[in-house]
């Protein structure tokens, strides 16, 4: 019945979108509950054991481990390189016109069967563990969005987060730490602008799809997150037809408290008052070329989202 299914509040898109940000700012509300990028958390926490959101390496997070003996009896019990190959067998964007066929291989199904009953089993167990309604997911991956829509015992609704392509493109070349990974310096990884553009292209397209797949969609643009926050959490609101209390909200101030989410951006270890600024600074320092062939690449659904003539 749909009162006992765990409902995931997924945020789709592609990288460098403010998925962070919009996961943490939902986490916040009462009742929600922020993991992050759950895709990931097979290779970097339960393999590598990197930090949660909370500080702590994952393996020492009495949240996680909670939640982890709730799915699985313990640490000890999970067979990692097991299930990583499995999940890595079925969730790729390779295996995305798979996951929107009805004609897929019987092995490619069992496969995704398998896996999905898994994630159903550790999204019920992060429900009772965190006792909230919502669980926030911002794995923001269109295959990982479609295994999502067809999961045992999830509710899905999707918010649709977009983000002008050429301030992601501008993001992609930044050089930054991954803090996460505590023992050495690794960096974020970079993306040139064909490739950028491309990905950028498909992941909106196919996290559109799922509009059709989820018990309920929403589009929401990072630019109007950050200009004027009330009013998108408030459409947000009305979506989920939840009234939401936002007294985290001043101005363009947010405060946020400690998390648990699995990965993301390097802000999710941030804390307290944070600025929401306009997403500007791409327009100042982009070099033209590149600008021009993002804008050349990407411009059908840069005017289908209203960014084309956008101030």
Not at 281 to 298: D, F, G, H, Q
């Amino acid at each position: 019945m749909s009162d006992n299914k765990v409902k995931v509040l997924f945020i789709g898109g592609y990288g460098r979108s403010g998925s962070t940000l919009f996961d943490r700012m939902l986490g916040q509300i009462e009742g929600f509950f922020s993991i992050g990028e759950l895709k990931f958390v097979w290779e970097r926490c339960f393999a590598e054991d990197q930090l949660c959101g909370c500080g702590r390496p994952f393996k020492e997070c009495p949240f996680w481990s909670a939640v982890v003996k709730e799915t699985f009896g313990g640490f000890e019990e999970v067979n990692v390189k097991e299930v990583m190959a499995l999940k890595n067998s079925v969730d790729h964007a390779a295996r995305i016109p798979l996951l929107l066929s009805p004609y897929a291989p019987a092995g490619y199904k069992e496969r995704l069967d398998a896996y999905s009953l898994l994630l159903g089993k550790l999204f019920s167990a992060i429900k009772k563990t965190s006792g909230c309604e919502f669980i926030v997911d911002s794995s923001k991956s269109p295959s990982y969005g479609l295994i999502l829509s067809r999961t045992p015992g999830v509710e899905l609704y999707v918010i649709h987060l977009v983000r002008d392509s050429r301030a992601v493109s501008f993001s992609w070349q930044r050089k930054r730490a991954r803090p996460e990974i505590y023992w050495k310096t690794v960096y974020m990884p970079r993306r040139g602008p064909i490739e950028g553009a491309i990905k950028w292209n498909i992941s909106n397209l196919v996290i559109g799809m799922l509009r059709r797949k989820a018990k309920g969609y929403i589009r929401v643009c990072y630019e109007d997150l950050v200009e004027r926050p009330r009013e998108v959490m408030k459409e947000v609101s009305d979506f989920l037809g939840r009234p939401l209390k936002l007294d985290f909200i001043k101005d363009s101030t947010v405060r946020l408290k400690t998390n648990h989410t699995v990965a993301g951006n390097p802000m999710r270890f941030k804390h307290g008052a944070i600025e929401l600024r306009p997403d500007i600074e791409w327009k100042e320092k982009m070099p033209a070329i590149r600008r021009c062939l993002v804008t050349v690449l990407t411009s059908p659904l840069l005017f289908n989202y209203g960014y084309i003539g956008r101030k």
